[in-house]
């Protein structure tokens, strides 16, 4: 099975400053999908960014982008101009090209301080 | 457009008791797929259901049981319960079921299980 590892339980951030969390991934299969999700302490989990392996073009949503390193299993979130209210989990999870399991990593804590 | 509904937001039960918790998906999502999600494990794959159907079935005891209605609603039961069934339950509505890279997961806001 594949298996998704975030090995940053917690991360702080100066309000206005850059941060990145970090995600690496096991996987076999050469088409896959990755994403970015982030549950705010109300609890709602809500896509952040997507990114499509057989695309080596790095994805960006506004503020959000991601450096991802396919050969390395490597799917990093960057977060510029940070701003209070991307305090929140996020978290990292892996799709199969076929089927709708997701593989989602252990959460990336974030703190913003003001 | 309603977003993903589940309910009891929050319950309490005892060890032994049994519970079944419900989603509501987005109009038009056939695929509803249930996480278990606790500290330090993030989220677990329970179960996916498309068109009334099993589709996919996480590492889970087989206390851990679902079904999808016609209308896609699904509802999933936990029986003979366990301290360490307390967790957050999230409940996640697609269009499809995978093959197709426009698939994401909308989750709703999770039913609280408590455990006593």
């Known amino acids: 099975a594949q298996t998704v590892t975030q090995s940053q339980p917690e991360m702080s951030v100066q309000e206005a400053e850059t941060v990145t969390l970090s995600c690496t991934y096991d996987?076999?299969?050469?088409?896959?999908?990755l994403f970015w999700y982030k549950q705010p302490p109300s609890r709602q989990m809500i896509l952040v960014i997507r990114?499509?392996?057989?695309?080596?073009q790095n994805a960006t949503e506004n503020r959000f982008s991601v450096n991802f390193q396919k050969a390395a299993k490597s799917f990093s979130l960057k977060i510029s101009d940070s701003q209070l209210g991307d305090a929140a989990m996020y978290f990292c999870?892996?799709?199969?090209?076929?089927?709708?399991?997701?593989?989602f990593g252990t959460g990336t804590s974030l703190t913003v301080i003001p | 457009k309603a977003g993903v509904t589940q309910t009891p937001r929050y319950l309490i039960k005892t060890r032994g008791q049994q519970v079944t918790l419900s989603c509501s998906p987005i109009?038009?999502?056939?695929?509803v797929s249930w996480y278990q999600q606790t500290p330090g494990q993030g989220l677990q794959f329970l179960f996916e259901?498309?068109?009334?159907?099993?589709?996919n079935k996480g590492n889970f005891p087989g206390r851990f049981s679902g079904r999808q209605f016609s209308n896609s609603r699904s509802e999933m039961n936990v029986s003979t319960l366990e301290l360490g069934d307390s967790a957050l339950y999230l409940c996640?509505?697609?269009?499809?079921?995978?093959?197709?890279?426009?698939?994401?997961?909308?989750f709703g806001a999770g039913s609280r299980l408590t455990v006593l």
């Open positions: 996987t076999s299969e050469s088409d896959y999908y």
């Open positions: 109009s038009g999502h056939r695929s």
């Open positions: 996640a509505s697609s269009f499809t079921s995978g093959d197709s890279g426009a698939n994401v997961l909308t």
């Open positions: 999870a892996y799709r199969s090209r076929r089927g709708n399991q997701f593989y």
């Open positions: 990114q499509e392996a057989y695309k080596q």
């Open positions: 259901y498309f068109s009334e159907t099993q589709r």
